[in-house]
């Protein structure tokens, strides 16, 4: 059964670091694309963070360029987000994706 199973969100002041992981089962994440979105309250689901699967190469959204990272542990099978001097903006649910799966997100909440 392919399942994809987030974790890590939270509330943190703007500034602040989190760091979500997704931790996938049913299939290899070292072999296929995994990418991050979010989708904010009233907003569309919107791309956020991208590794390919051969080159670890990554692409992200101009709005996190800099902030983010996305990585990836194969022993593990797990992709994870580092997301540093988080915004306000940056609150939303924070969605993985990957082998044609949607986990089930997790909540991010910049606040003061």
């Known amino acids: 059964q392919v399942q994809l199973v987030e974790s890590g969100g939270g509330l943190v002041q703007p500034g602040g670091s989190l760091r979500l992981d997704c931790v996938a089962s049913?299939?290899?994440?070292?072999?296929?694309?995994m990418s991050w979105h979010r989708q904010a309250p009233g907003k569309e689901r919107e791309f956020v963070a991208r590794?390919?699967?051969?080159?670890?190469?990554?692409s992200y959204a101009d709005s996190v360029k800099g902030r983010f990272t996305i990585s990836r542990d194969n022993a593990k099978n797990t992709v994870y987000l580092q997301m540093n001097k988080l915004k306000p903006e940056d609150t939303a649910v924070y969605y993985c994706?990957?082998?044609?799966?949607w986990g089930q997100g997790t909540q991010v909440n910049v606040s003061s």
């Open positions: 049913g299939f290899r994440v070292g072999g296929y694309g």
């Open positions: 590794i390919y699967p051969s080159s670890d190469s990554t």
């Open positions: 994706w990957g082998y044609g799966t």
